[in-house]
């Protein structure tokens, strides 16, 4: 969401820059600078993401989680890149389709995340742990995986989430 503040908030800044001047021509530019930006405001809306439910079943119960999608190679190469915040219960699901061995990293990732690495199946098989923002250092899944979930970092820890635990979703066929 922080993104699409800033959208928003540029969209702001140009239109308060815009005055309505006499005469109709003018006014009818200014409606039309007006409508366009609520389309642009609607647009980046939409190009955030819509979010939906994503349950992991542990020993320490059931922990439900709100995650965007990214499935297209454009939305994974981008990921949770330039945010600032990432709310709690909030996350990202990485479909790479089929299981492979996956590498991750955090370029311009300015949050700390736990990198949760979901075999086909819907079993954890590995969780990077608090990988560091901006960091270039490649974090791989040790074994073929179709999914990765990204959340904040420490969440795994604080919530008792672990390898071998069960991942819910539409995706896995599990929801």
């Known amino acids: 969401m922080t993104g699409l503040r800033r959208s928003l908030n540029a969209v702001r800044r140009l239109l308060t820059g815009l005055r309505p001047a006499a005469g109709a021509a003018h006014r009818g530019l200014f409606a039309g600078t007006a409508g366009l930006s609520v389309l642009i405001a609607v647009s980046v809306a939409a190009a955030a993401g819509a979010s939906e439910p994503l349950t992991i079943v542990s020993a320490s119960g059931r922990h439900v989680f709100e995650v965007e999608i990214a499935d297209q190679p454009g939305e994974r190469a981008r990921g949770l890149m330039d945010r600032f915040a990432l709310a709690s219960g909030a996350g990202m699901l ?81 929801e």
Do not use: C
């Not at 990293?105 to 990077?128: C, E, S």
């Not at 923002?133 to 073929?144: D, F, N, R, T």
């Open 94 to 174: 990485f479909d790479f389709g089929e299981a492979q061995p996956v590498h991750m990293w955090m370029k311009n990732t300015y949050i700390p995340l736990d990198m949760v690495f979901i075999r086909a199946d819907g079993v954890i098989q590995r969780i990077a742990a608090n990988t560091v923002p901006l960091s270039l250092a490649i974090v791989p899944s040790e074994e073929p995986v179709r999914f990765v979930l990204e959340i904040a970092g420490g969440t795994a820890a604080k919530l008792g989430i672990k390898r071998g635990d069960r991942v819910e979703h539409r995706l896995l066929g599990t």
